[in-house]
């Protein structure tokens, strides 16, 4: 009866994907609406996006398309990293040591209004090129989340723990290892996927404004070049990566936290 | 201040009696200041706790139990009068007691650490004060949770895989494995129903049977007071001071049938009148918890 | 929070807080005022703090344009962010409340949920006849996934029990959708406004900065372009005040849906 069921779901999502692929090609073709004539239809889409030869100059045979992906990808990668390094220290001090916090909130909450892609500029000219500058700016976004959410993490943390702890004799170093950490680390990670989502979020305006190369800047560029259908395989290609992306910090987060894994399964028996 | 750490270097074992864990509360004072509000929480609190002494605290809320407790384990100082512990200061106003693991609690809630397992939460307090290596800690802790109630089948399992009364018990034996002067309960047994609690109170009075630690247990249930302990106290509402002290000299080991014996229900009676008095003095008050 | 109770006898912790965070408020901008003095490496073609300031006051406070700027994005954070709302919450309600078009749509939505809000903005361009309308419907984007998302985890999380003593009142599904379901909701929906204000503002200067030419984002970009640094640190700072005073706006809006919350 389960396996009915799943089998059911699973029909029912190709079936919705097949709607929205139908709707999109229809619209495009069909409707006599001049906004949607203009937009590039599924079809051609798929064929320019696995041509081994493409129109355009970029599909999953070009060595192009990979050297697009890389670029954004580094460059994710480097801000995400970056702003873990620097945010998940700063998150834990700030929720455990009062003064820490004292001293560091108020410049946050100043600082954090500002959208990051406004500092775009700034960064542009304090760094030196646009490389460094987009990345900070992408780092910017994910630090905030992080440290925000860690910050969170840890003041969640029961004060009980701290309590038993201390009475069986641990000593700070001890109770970051043993406390602060593991209890803060299903906070972390969920402000970990969000950091990591901002980053993209943040990468693409950046890359758009303000570089040579990667998904956001084809996207900008292809529309310029008058190569639409480049731009969808670049949003779509860019939303698989963003989704894996993600995907992969939720499975290393459930394999560090099993212990939740475990519990949660009591409760659903 | 006493020497935490040499005095716990000795093992955990089975005891007739205590030596250690005489507690001396003086005139002891808790005053609370938030927001400019004047709470007196604790005043002119005096108790003597000999050792190996099971001794239940009980009291309306708000009464200053948990206040008293939160002194003992050295989460929070009092602001006058002073804590003995084997005759030497543990809390003064002028040097504030600190937590360790001569006075370990049991919380409410259960404080269990949900990332580690069973053995690994038992051990902890062994390993954090590098009392020995993990084999010989690990060693010790699978013997002591075989030997109650063969607790080392769940040694690999999470306490989020294990029901409330599992979780307490082995709770205790976190507490109990680093050979306390004092075992701390802070109402461990509140939130299980009756059947469970029973056979808490089986485990717990096994493990003061076999090893007479100095038991400090605080609990609103009076029939539970009066069961297990060798003294009860009954503290007034705020501020908070000791209004009746009731000697238990009910024979051990208990049993069900001291549960409806003619001495139990005389003590039970009298305890009853203090602490209706004392709620009834609260509720007119008004009081709001203060924990 | 982890630390022992307060001893008594300190002094009072405002005073406290306030003192340590202005030291270190005060102290970012002495070490920005002296980057600048000392021309460390890129800081040279920035405006110390004084002199944003003083361009501020000499050259903006009074300036009709910039006032203008300012209109101009909010009117647009505005549409988009409303828009979500009144496309977004329904979609959400219907992602939690029937099965088959869960199943059915939400993979699609996933799909296209990790797209950033500005890779639509060649296809918004494309699509929509005016400037002022693309640049409208990026700003939605932004907005509406998180509002779904939001709405639809709300109604996941509605207390089995309230359902089932309605059902056992009587109630009709109607009835049950509109006192129970829509009420139980309001806190999630007030979840998705806050973050999806600060998304629309983000999304909104980045748009303006790529496609417009109007705005305050475009007015921070073309301050870098004509290299008048000064309007680069003003535009920041106005948007930064913006978006501000959009959050506190979505903070009053939520305290009026929920009155019951306490103050934080």
């Given at each position: 009866m389960r396996h009915k069921l799943l089998q059911q779901r699973f029909g029912l999502m190709w079936l919705g994907y097949l709607v929205a692929i139908f709707a999109w090609y229809a619209s495009v073709k069909w409707l006599p609406i001049s906004s949607f004539q203009r937009l590039p239809d599924p079809l051609t889409v798929v064929i320019e996006w696995f041509n081994p030869d493409p129109d355009y100059g970029l599909s999953v045979f070009t060595v192009d398309y990979y050297l697009h992906i890389w670029y954004s990808t580094y460059r994710a990668t480097a801000s995400f990293l970056l702003a873990v390094i620097l945010g998940v220290p700063l998150g834990i001090m700030m929720g455990w040591r009062a003064r820490v916090n004292e001293y560091a909130s108020a410049l946050l909450s100043i600082l954090r209004p500002i959208p990051p892609l406004a500092w775009v500029p700034v960064a542009i000219l304090i760094f030196p090129?646009?490389?460094?500058?987009?990345?900070?700016?992408?780092?910017?976004?994910?630090?905030?989340?992080?440290?925000?959410?860690?910050?969170?993490?840890?003041?969640?943390?029961?004060?009980?723990?701290?309590?038993?702890?201390?009475?069986?004799?641990?000593?700070?170093?001890?109770?970051?290892?043993?406390?602060?950490?593991?209890?803060?680390?299903?906070?972390?990670?969920?402000?970990l996927q969000i950091a990591m989502g901002a980053a993209w979020f943040s990468l693409v305006a950046g890359e758009m404004i303000a570089a040579q190369y990667g998904l956001g800047f084809m996207i900008l560029e292809s529309y310029n070049l008058v190569q639409y259908p480049t731009i969808v395989i670049m949003m779509v290609t860019l939303g698989i990566v963003g989704y894996v992306s993600s995907a992969l910090i939720r499975v290393v987060g459930n394999r560090l936290m099993r212990w939740r894994e475990q519990a949660i399964g009591l409760a659903e028996n | 201040m006493p020497d935490t750490m040499t005095v716990t270097s000795q093992v955990l074992e089975p005891a007739a009696d205590s030596s250690l864990g005489h507690l001396s509360v003086r005139q002891v004072n808790k005053i609370y200041d938030p927001h400019g509000v004047h709470v007196e929480a604790l005043q002119d609190c005096s108790l003597e706790i000999p050792a190996g002494d099971f001794i239940a605290v009980v009291g309306p809320s708000g009464c200053g139990k948990?206040?008293?407790?939160?002194?003992?384990?050295?989460?929070?100082?009092?602001?006058?009068?002073?804590?003995?512990?084997d005759d030497e200061p543990l809390a003064t106003v002028d040097h504030p007691p600190r937590p360790g693991p001569d006075r370990v609690v049991v919380f409410q809630n259960g404080a269990l650490f949900p990332w580690k397992t069973v053995l690994q939460n038992v051990v902890y307090g062994l390993l954090v004060q590098n009392r020995m290596t993990e084999p010989e800690a690990n060693e010790m802790g699978m013997e002591l949770l075989a030997k109650t109630g063969n607790l080392d089948r769940i040694a690999h399992s999470y306490p989020g895989q294990l029901s409330s009364g599992m979780q307490r018990r082995v709770e205790i034996l976190r507490a109990l494995i680093n050979n306390p002067r004092i075992l701390l309960l802070d109402e461990p047994f509140r939130a299980?129903?009756?059947?469970?609690?029973?056979?808490?109170?089986?485990?717990?009075?096994?493990?003061?049977?076999?090893?007479?630690?100095?038991?400090?247990?605080?609990?609103?249930?009076?029939?539970?007071?009066?069961?297990?302990?060798?003294?009860?106290?009954?503290?007034?509402?705020r501020p908070g001071t000791i209004k009746l002290r009731l000697d238990v000299d009910l024979p051990r080991p208990r049993t069900r049938e001291t549960l409806t014996s003619h001495r139990f229900l005389e003590l039970k009676q009298q305890a009853v009148n203090a602490v209706h008095e004392e709620a009834k003095k609260a509720f007119e008050r008004g009081e709001r918890e203060l924990a | 929070m982890g630390q022992a109770v307060s001893m008594p006898g300190k002094p009072s912790r405002w005073r406290r807080i306030k003192w340590r965070g202005a030291v270190s408020v005060i102290t970012f901008f002495v070490l920005w005022h002296a980057a600048v003095v000392l021309k460390l490496a890129?800081?040279?073609?920035?405006?110390?703090?004084?002199?944003?300031?003083?361009?501020?006051?000499?050259?903006?406070?009074?300036?009709?344009?910039?006032?203008?700027?300012?209109?101009?994005?909010?009117?647009?954070?505005?549409?988009?962010?409303?828009?979500?709302?009144?496309?977004?919450?329904?979609?959400?309600?219907?992602?939690?409340?029937?099965?088959?078009?869960?199943?059915?749509?939400?993979?699609?939505?996933?799909?296209?949920?990790p797209i950033p809000p500005l890779a639509w903005v060649p296809v918004s361009i494309l699509f929509w006849?005016?400037?002022?309308?693309?640049?409208?419907?990026?700003?939605?984007?932004?907005?509406?996934?998180?509002?779904?998302?939001?709405?639809?985890?709300?109604?996941?999380?509605?207390?089995?029990?309230?359902?089932?003593?309605?059902?056992?009142?009587?109630?009709?599904?109607?009835?049950?959708?509109?006192?129970?379901?829509?009420?139980?909701?309001?806190?999630?929906?007030a979840v998705g406004m806050t973050l999806g204000i600060a998304i629309t503002w983000n999304v909104v200067i980045a748009a303006e900065m790529i496609a417009s030419d109007s705005g305050l984002g475009r007015m921070t970009w073309e301050g870098y372009v004509s290299s008048t640094p000064e309007v680069v640190l003003i535009g920041m700072i106005s948007i930064g005040l913006a978006g501000y005073l959009s959050s506190l706006a979505v903070d009053w809006l939520e305290s009026r849906m929920m009155p019951w919350r306490e103050r934080r």
């Open positions: 090129g646009s490389e460094p500058a987009v990345i900070f700016v992408t780092f910017l976004v994910a630090f905030f989340a992080t440290t925000m959410n860690t910050l969170l993490g840890v003041r969640s943390i029961d004060s009980d723990y701290f309590r038993a702890a201390e009475c069986l004799g641990a000593k700070p170093v001890d109770i970051l290892r043993d406390i602060i950490i593991p209890g803060a680390l299903p906070s972390i990670f969920t402000g | 948990s206040t008293l407790l939160n002194i003992l384990a050295g989460f929070d100082n009092l602001t006058g009068g002073q804590v003995l512990l299980m129903d009756t059947v469970s609690k029973t056979t808490m109170h089986r485990h717990l009075l096994d493990i003061y049977d076999q090893y007479h630690k100095t038991v400090f247990f605080i609990t609103h249930d009076l029939d539970e007071a009066i069961f297990l302990a060798d003294t009860v106290v009954v503290m007034t509402t | 890129g800081f040279a073609e920035l405006p110390t703090p004084i002199q944003t300031l003083a361009t501020f006051f000499a050259e903006y406070l009074a300036s009709p344009d910039y006032w203008g700027s300012w209109v101009v994005s909010f009117e647009r954070v505005l549409y988009g962010f409303i828009i979500a709302q009144i496309l977004g919450i329904p979609l959400g309600l219907l992602f939690g409340t029937s099965p088959k078009f869960r199943d059915m749509f939400f993979p699609v939505f996933e799909l296209l949920r006849p005016t400037n002022e309308s693309s640049i409208v419907f990026i700003t939605f984007v932004g907005a509406f996934f998180v509002i779904v998302i939001n709405v639809f985890d709300g109604v996941g999380s509605i207390q089995k029990e309230h359902l089932w003593l309605a059902r056992s009142l009587g109630a009709t599904r109607m009835t049950i959708f509109r006192r129970i379901m829509l009420p139980s909701v309001i806190p999630s929906i």
